[in-house]
Nanobody
């Protein structure tokens, strides 16, 4: 089992940057595939970026070239560097984790993740 705690959210102006962090508990962090998701009011939760256990990454089309997912296995921490932020990026951001065989494209689907953090709010003003 793994517990996840996000941090790093805040309010920025359009074009600004933020880096989200997700600290994971447990000593088997390397065996989990990880993902970042977001949910805006009145909308469904959507996948933003995912990273498999071998380091392979996938991004939603809406954030490609602007967001970067990475992890520091020594610190059991997942990151999401967000640049060139837009008002439409405003949402609650969640990190998620799970184990087992998975295809890369599944890492953008909330249903393939069983462990979730509490979320951190990102607000981008125009």
């Amino acid at each position: 089992q793994v517990q996840l705690v996000e941090s790093g959210g805040g309010s920025v102006q359009s074009g600004g940057s933020l880096r989200l962090s997700c600290a994971a508990s447990g000593n088997t962090y390397n065996s989990y595939y990880m993902g970042w998701f977001r949910q805006a009011p009145g909308k469904e939760r959507e996948g933003v970026a995912g990273i498999d256990t071998d380091g392979t990454t996938i991004y939603a089309d809406s954030v490609k070239g602007r967001f970067t997912i990475s992890q520091d296995n020594a610190k059991n921490t997942l990151y999401l560097q967000m640049n060139s932020l837009k008002p439409e990026d405003t949402a609650m951001y969640y990190c998620a984790a799970d184990k087992g065989p998975a295809r890369l494209r599944w890492l953008l689907r909330p249903s393939y993740f069983g462990y979730w953090g509490q979320g951190t709010q990102v607000t981008v003003s125009s």
